[in-house]
């Protein structure tokens, strides 16, 4: 199953011009501000360096990198602007395109731009982000509190069970009436397996893409580089919009989440171009890799995630785990059954392998392993599974 992430922002943000950049599925652009609930929904491929040299060895019948699958919804912070005492939130429609996703991109604007006016007039993407939190917070604590409802008839049997909920289901409403994200509260296992059936959008792992302006893009991700390396910066020293983006990326840095800089009208525009052509123009502006690219890496690296490889005639393919996964559970990923009857993995390295050139070579250098379930398989691990079905 491909990783799922949302992508959500205020109208005019640039959400879908990203959406564009990283599916190049054409989703139409509206100039202003929308009420549709409809969702763009794109699955990409992960560039991954490792899997040409393989094919090259292997000569495969198929190739097949893993996959992400972007979700693109209708810009929000209108609901809570227009209807602050409803306390309603997000729709159950908006709600259903977005819910399952595994991360939220949330898109906040940077760039000014005379013919595409900002709903709230002036450019402030710190603004822009709180004004999301209380949206996505006014939306949890709506689905929180329908569930305290109902928990609270049942725990009026007297059964322990419902009334240990209550109490976290109240903990939980007592954070997003403070104006706090669940996600930063300490949680027990016991909350963590509620918070599964609750679907808290605050809970969700979150990446902030700030969309810059073309002329300050390299400044800003060396700006982010250094507020990531916990540099001192001089804010009296950057322009207005370069100040706005240092903000946020204080804001991610303190709560932990991930933040890429991009263009993108400039990547929607790049992604039309021939490959070659795209690179050449990224490599004058400093930057080494398109925006789309970054923000796959940011998502991996937000939720844990690495690569691991199978190779052979048939195919040569890259999968996806969490980091720290063990060889039964990475086996798992290919198939259950793999996984349900694992005996042991046959693991070399893709570096190793490259150096060695085949499997023989590795084996008889001594880089080919025999490993068991304890194995903790690492990224850019090339895998063979021996199982069994009838174990």
């Known amino acids: ?57 292997f000569q495969p019948k198929k190739v097949t990198p893993t996959t992400v699958e972007f979700v693109d919804v209708a810009g929000m912070g209108q609901a809570s602007q227009a209807g602050k005492d409803k306390k309603e939130g997000l729709s159950a429609e908006f709600l259903g395109h977005i819910r399952n996703a595994d991360a939220l991109a949330i898109v906040l604007r940077s760039f000014a731009n005379d013919n595409v006016p900002h709903i709230n007039e002036t450019i402030d993407p710190y603004r822009d982000l709180e004004t999301l939190n209380a949206e996505l917070m006014i939306t949890d604590l709506a689905s929180v ?20 909920e209550l109490e976290i289901l109240r903990r939980f409403q007592s954070a997003l009436e403070e104006f706090k994200l669940v996600k930063d509260l300490e949680l027990g296992q016991q909350e963590h397996a509620l918070l599964k059936e609750l679907f808290l959008l605050t809970m969700k792992p979150r990446m902030y893409v700030l969309n810059v302006s073309e002329g300050v893009l390299g400044e800003a991700n060396e700006l982010l580089d250094k507020i990531n390396a916990g540099e001192s910066v001089d804010d009296e020293s950057l322009s207005p919009e370069l100040k706005g983006i240092a903000r946020v990326a204080r804001q991610a840095k303190s709560e932990g989440s991930e933040v890429a800089a991009v263009s993108a009208s400039l990547e929607a525009e790049l992604s039309e ?15 080494p890799k398109l925006g789309a690219d970054r923000v796959i890496q940011v998502g991996y690296r937000l939720l844990n995630l690495i690569t691991f490889l199978t190779a052979g005639e048939d195919e040569v393919r890259a999968w996806t785990v969490t980091q720290g996964a063990k060889a039964p559970e990475a086996a798992g990923k290919i198939h259950s059954d793999i996984e349900r009857g694992f005996i042991r993995a046959e693991v070399v390295h893709f570096n190793d392998f490259i150096e060695c050139g085949s499997f023989a070579a590795a084996t008889k250098k001594g880089v080919l392993r025999l490993e068991g379930k304890e194995y903790v398989i690492k990224d850019g691990d090339i895998a063979h599974f021996r199982f069994n079905v009838g174990k």
Do not use: H
Request: net charge neutral.
């Open 1 to 57: 199953m491909a990783l799922t992430i949302g992508i959500i922002g205020l109208p005019q943000s640039g959400k879908t011009s990203l959406f564009n950049a990283l599916t190049q599925a054409g989703a139409p652009i509206s100039g202003y501000a929308t009420s549709t609930v409809q969702a763009n929904v794109g699955v990409v491929q992960v560039p991954d360096a490792r899997l040409q040299p393989l094919a090259e060895i």
């Open 145 to 164: 509190e329908r569930r305290i409802e109902r928990t609270s008839r049942a725990a009026k049997s007297g059964d322990k069970k419902y009334q240990q």
């Open 273 to 287: 171009l021939p490959e070659e052509d795209a690179r050449e123009y990224l490599e004058s502006l400093g930057l």
